[in-house]
């Protein structure tokens, strides 16, 4: 279970998250929705622990995760909005060396590995360096490094972006399966089908603010709109879609 609580973060006069309380439970997929510049990707980065809130508190299973970063990162797998791999090395290294850093070895890693590789279809990219990567093979490669440890908390910013339909597909799957053996599962994403056919709560932020939050039909039902894009326009405050 992840609980944030009166989270603060300011970048000098902007106040980029001005608190934002919310709950992600186990066994649960939760969405957070935001247009551009509201919060979402800030609340991320302070959650997996690469920004410090200014105020305000992070548990992860329990673990405060200002007070005790490192305590909290071991029970997080995280695809962050940007990759981050390293040009020389193969997506099987990069798997391998995640894994090992969470001290997996021997005969159970390499059956990690491999499932993941056949999971998201990149046997085909394995072995060759990830320079020169697509926007896809990076992130299939990023995700299954995150989750090669089985971590109880799954944190996904944009997971399916750039991704193939059948990628896309095997990555909805992850994410179903990570809630069906009880994990809990934090997403962002401006793919609305998706949103609906994934979530049980979303949580919607805008201008640093929890605007609302509830199940699909829920934030449906408050706005009075049929179409969930127009029920998070409404909502968010702003003429577009999120991103």
Do not use: W
């Amino acid at each position: 279970m992840i609980r944030i609580e009166h989270l603060h973060k300011r970048f000098g006069d902007v106040r980029a998250v001005d608190g934002v309380t919310f709950t992600a439970p186990d066994g649960a997929v939760t969405g957070l929705l935001g247009p551009n510049g509201a919060g979402k990707t800030t609340t991320l980065r302070m959650l997996y622990t690469l920004m410090r809130p200014d105020e305000g508190r992070i548990l992860v299973d329990d673990v405060d995760a200002v007070t005790d970063p490192q305590g909290a990162r071991l029970r997080l797998g995280v695809l962050p909005d940007q990759s981050g791999l390293y040009p020389r090395l193969t997506a099987r290294e990069h798997i391998e060396y995640f894994g090992e850093l969470q001290g997996i070895t021997g005969a159970d890693l390499r059956n990690r590995v491999d499932h993941l590789l056949k999971m998201l279809d990149m046997t085909s990219i394995a072995d060759r360096r990830s320079a020169g990567y697509s926007h896809g093979e990076r992130t299939k490669t990023a995700l299954a490094r995150a989750i090669v440890h089985n971590p109880k908390n799954v944190l996904l910013d944009e997971p399916t972006n750039g991704l193939d339909v059948m990628s896309t597909r095997a990555v909805r799957e992850i994410i179903r399966r990570l809630k069906s053996e009880g994990h809990t599962v934090l997403f962002s994403s401006h793919v609305m089908q998706e949103v609906s056919a994934l979530c049980d709560t979303i949580v919607v932020i805008a201008r640093g603010k929890i605007v609302a939050s509830g199940s699909p039909d829920d934030l449906r039902a408050q706005t009075g709109h049929q179409n969930l894009e127009d029920a998070f326009v409404a909502l968010s405050g702003v003429d577009g879609v999120a991103s």
